[in-house]
Protein backbone atom coordinates (compact mmCIF):
# COMPACT_ATOMS: atom_id res chain seq x y z
CA UNK A 1 0.00 0.00 0.00
CA UNK A 2 3.20 2.76 -1.11
CA UNK A 3 2.22 6.16 -1.46
CA UNK A 4 4.37 8.65 -3.37
CA UNK A 5 5.48 11.33 -0.76
CA UNK A 6 8.67 13.77 -1.97
CA UNK A 7 9.16 11.53 -4.40
CA UNK A 8 9.87 8.81 -2.27
CA UNK A 9 7.81 5.33 -1.56
CA UNK A 10 6.17 5.77 1.54
CA UNK A 11 3.73 3.16 3.25
CA UNK A 12 0.22 4.51 3.53
CA UNK A 13 -0.83 5.82 7.19
CA UNK A 14 -3.27 3.02 8.18
CA UNK A 15 -2.71 2.45 11.99
CA UNK A 16 -5.23 4.97 13.75
CA UNK A 17 -2.59 6.21 15.79
CA UNK A 18 0.88 7.88 14.96
CA UNK A 19 2.61 6.07 17.27
CA UNK A 20 1.97 2.60 15.84
CA UNK A 21 2.89 4.09 11.96
CA UNK A 22 6.88 3.32 12.37
CA UNK A 23 5.79 -0.74 12.58
CA UNK A 24 4.27 -0.60 9.43
CA UNK A 25 6.98 1.03 7.57
CA UNK A 26 7.91 -2.47 6.80
CA UNK A 27 5.85 -5.18 5.44
CA UNK A 28 5.70 -8.86 6.24
CA UNK A 29 6.56 -8.76 9.87
CA UNK A 30 4.38 -11.77 9.95
CA UNK A 31 6.54 -14.22 7.66
CA UNK A 32 5.24 -15.98 4.57
CA UNK A 33 6.63 -13.16 2.19
CA UNK A 34 9.85 -11.39 1.63
CA UNK A 35 10.12 -8.91 3.88
CA UNK A 36 9.93 -4.78 1.85
CA UNK A 37 11.65 -2.43 3.42
CA UNK A 38 10.17 1.55 3.09
CA UNK A 39 13.15 3.35 5.12
CA UNK A 40 16.06 2.64 3.41
CA UNK A 41 18.27 5.72 4.19
CA UNK A 42 18.18 8.66 6.77
CA UNK A 43 16.44 11.16 3.79
CA UNK A 44 13.29 8.16 4.04
CA UNK A 45 13.10 8.24 7.52
CA UNK A 46 12.67 12.27 8.15
CA UNK A 47 10.21 12.29 5.54
CA UNK A 48 8.05 9.75 6.42
CA UNK A 49 7.99 11.13 10.16
CA UNK A 50 6.73 14.32 8.36
CA UNK A 51 4.58 12.01 6.31
CA UNK A 52 3.16 10.21 9.37
CA UNK A 53 2.63 12.96 10.99
CA UNK A 54 5.32 13.19 14.23
CA UNK A 55 7.25 16.08 12.97
CA UNK A 56 6.02 19.51 11.99
CA UNK A 57 6.01 19.96 8.13
CA UNK A 58 8.81 22.98 8.45
CA UNK A 59 11.28 21.34 10.68
CA UNK A 60 11.46 17.81 8.96
CA UNK A 61 11.89 20.18 5.68
CA UNK A 62 15.01 21.44 7.48
CA UNK A 63 15.87 18.18 8.55
CA UNK A 64 16.35 16.74 5.86
CA UNK A 65 19.31 18.34 3.85
CA UNK A 66 21.11 16.46 1.45
CA UNK A 67 24.64 16.46 3.74
CA UNK A 68 22.07 15.05 6.43
CA UNK A 69 20.77 11.84 4.22
CA UNK A 70 24.22 11.03 3.27
CA UNK A 71 25.87 11.80 6.93
CA UNK A 72 27.58 9.16 8.89
CA UNK A 73 25.89 10.69 11.74
CA UNK A 74 22.43 9.79 9.47
CA UNK A 75 23.14 6.60 9.23
CA UNK A 76 23.41 5.81 12.53
CA UNK A 77 20.40 7.07 13.75
CA UNK A 78 18.63 5.37 10.53
CA UNK A 79 20.34 2.42 12.56
CA UNK A 80 18.93 3.26 15.72
CA UNK A 81 15.47 4.08 14.42
CA UNK A 82 15.35 0.23 12.67
CA UNK A 83 16.66 -1.39 16.16
CA UNK A 84 14.06 0.68 18.32
CA UNK A 85 11.22 -0.40 15.37
CA UNK A 86 12.21 -3.87 15.87
CA UNK A 87 12.08 -4.01 19.55
CA UNK A 88 9.13 -1.70 19.62
CA UNK A 89 7.35 -3.64 17.76
CA UNK A 90 7.83 -6.83 19.57
CA UNK A 91 6.57 -4.76 22.71
CA UNK A 92 3.72 -3.89 21.15
CA UNK A 93 2.80 -7.32 19.83
CA UNK A 94 3.75 -9.97 22.73
CA UNK A 95 7.19 -10.92 22.06
CA UNK A 96 10.20 -10.51 23.97
CA UNK A 97 11.50 -6.97 23.23
CA UNK A 98 15.01 -5.66 24.78
CA UNK A 99 13.71 -3.26 27.33
CA UNK A 100 17.35 -2.19 27.54
CA UNK A 101 17.29 -0.60 24.33
CA UNK A 102 14.06 0.25 24.77
CA UNK A 103 14.67 2.29 27.41
CA UNK A 104 17.79 3.23 26.36
CA UNK A 105 16.90 5.61 23.81
CA UNK A 106 14.35 6.99 25.84
CA UNK A 107 16.78 8.23 28.31
CA UNK A 108 19.06 9.30 25.29
CA UNK A 109 16.56 11.88 23.17
CA UNK A 110 14.01 12.46 25.97
CA UNK A 111 16.67 15.94 27.00
CA UNK A 112 16.42 16.77 23.70
CA UNK A 113 12.21 17.17 24.10
CA UNK A 114 11.14 20.64 25.74
CA UNK A 115 7.94 21.91 26.00
CA UNK A 116 7.09 24.03 23.16
CA UNK A 117 6.05 27.48 24.73
CA UNK A 118 3.62 28.49 21.25
CA UNK A 119 2.07 25.30 21.36
CA UNK A 120 2.34 24.93 17.69
CA UNK A 121 4.55 21.72 17.55
CA UNK A 122 3.77 18.30 17.09
CA UNK A 123 2.20 17.06 20.40
CA UNK A 124 3.13 20.59 22.20
CA UNK A 125 6.67 18.97 22.50
CA UNK A 126 9.60 20.94 20.92
CA UNK A 127 11.33 18.20 19.05
CA UNK A 128 14.75 19.99 17.96
CA UNK A 129 16.31 21.12 14.82
CA UNK A 130 19.00 18.08 14.65
CA UNK A 131 19.56 15.20 13.40
CA UNK A 132 17.66 12.80 15.86
CA UNK A 133 14.71 15.19 15.74
CA UNK A 134 12.66 12.17 13.64
CA UNK A 135 13.60 9.52 16.07
CA UNK A 136 13.39 11.84 18.59
CA UNK A 137 9.36 11.85 17.43
CA UNK A 138 9.48 8.17 17.12
CA UNK A 139 10.65 7.40 20.46
CA UNK A 140 8.37 10.49 22.56
CA UNK A 141 5.25 8.80 20.46
CA UNK A 142 6.33 5.10 21.38
CA UNK A 143 6.66 6.13 24.83
CA UNK A 144 3.54 7.11 24.91
CA UNK A 145 1.96 4.46 23.86
CA UNK A 146 3.53 1.99 25.91
CA UNK A 147 2.65 3.68 29.04
CA UNK A 148 -0.94 3.94 28.10
CA UNK A 149 -3.89 1.87 27.91
CA UNK A 150 -3.97 1.87 24.54
CA UNK A 151 -1.22 -0.54 23.98
CA UNK A 152 -3.66 -2.85 24.84
CA UNK A 153 -5.80 -1.89 22.40
CA UNK A 154 -3.28 -2.74 19.42
CA UNK A 155 -3.98 -5.17 16.68
CA UNK A 156 -1.41 -7.49 14.39
CA UNK A 157 -3.05 -7.51 11.09
CA UNK A 158 -3.50 -11.26 10.19
CA UNK A 159 -2.76 -10.84 6.37
CA UNK A 160 -0.13 -13.42 4.62
CA UNK A 161 2.94 -11.25 4.83
CA UNK A 162 1.72 -7.92 6.63
CA UNK A 163 1.87 -8.05 10.10
CA UNK A 164 1.28 -4.13 10.24
CA UNK A 165 -0.19 -2.80 13.37
CA UNK A 166 -3.64 -0.66 13.92
CA UNK A 167 -4.76 1.08 17.12
CA UNK A 168 -8.67 -1.19 17.77
CA UNK A 169 -10.21 0.51 20.50
CA UNK A 170 -13.91 -1.17 19.85
CA UNK A 171 -12.25 -4.96 19.25
CA UNK A 172 -14.14 -5.15 16.08
CA UNK A 173 -11.15 -3.89 13.51
CA UNK A 174 -9.64 -7.05 11.47
CA UNK A 175 -7.42 -6.18 8.62
CA UNK A 176 -4.62 -2.86 8.70
CA UNK A 177 -6.77 -2.10 5.13
CA UNK A 178 -9.93 -4.17 4.09
CA UNK A 179 -9.48 -3.39 0.65
CA UNK A 180 -6.36 -5.34 0.32
CA UNK A 181 -5.98 -7.63 2.92
CA UNK A 182 -9.24 -8.40 3.71
CA UNK A 183 -9.54 -8.70 0.10
CA UNK A 184 -6.73 -11.01 -0.59
CA UNK A 185 -8.17 -13.19 2.25
CA UNK A 186 -11.88 -13.30 0.83
CA UNK A 187 -10.03 -14.09 -2.83
CA UNK A 188 -8.01 -17.00 -1.09
CA UNK A 189 -10.97 -18.54 0.67
CA UNK A 190 -13.20 -18.03 -2.53
CA UNK A 191 -10.36 -19.80 -4.48
CA UNK A 192 -10.21 -23.06 -2.20
CA UNK A 193 -14.06 -23.38 -2.00
CA UNK A 194 -14.64 -23.40 -6.20
CA UNK A 195 -11.08 -25.67 -6.48
CA UNK A 196 -11.64 -28.73 -8.11
CA UNK A 197 -11.14 -31.87 -6.61
CA UNK A 198 -8.09 -33.57 -7.10
CA UNK A 199 -8.33 -36.54 -9.23
Known amino acids: MPVMVDGLRMPAIVA???ALEICNTRAAWSGGAETHEYLHTYQHLAIWARHAGLTPDVSSALAVSPADASSVEGEQVLRRA?????????????GQPDWALIDDEVRRLAPGLTPDPTGTAVAAWDLGRDTEQPLR?????AARMLASPASHQVRSCPGVGCGWLFHDP????RWCVMAVCGNRAKVARHAAAHRPPAV
Open 16 to 18: GDA
Open 82 to 94: LAFRREYYAALTG
Open 137 to 141: AIVQA
Open 170 to 173: RGRR
